[in-house]
């Protein structure tokens, strides 16, 4: 390989690097954003109740029923006999 494009190479590794440490910096940024969002969130007033209302529509979504696309009503209704005893 030539020397010319051995430095080529070693130049855009030096770029891809440059940049990977900027994106690094960036993420950190973004970790101690949040993370001082989440501390001020915490402070405001209902926050309790909030968290609570947001669990219990987390909760709702994930007991909606789904069903096989092929299931019969005598399936369906054995699969939620089943989640019942899951809960």
Known sequence: MKESKIIAIANKVETLASA???VVHELTN????SVGTMEL???LPDYD???QKLKDDVLTKKEEKKYPADATK???SKIDEIRKTIK
């Open 41 to 43: 969130v915490k402070c």
């Open 49 to 51: 109740k909030a968290l």
């Open 30 to 33: 973004l970790k101690d954003l």
């Open 20 to 22: 990977m440490n900027r």
């Open 74 to 76: 005598d399936e369906k």
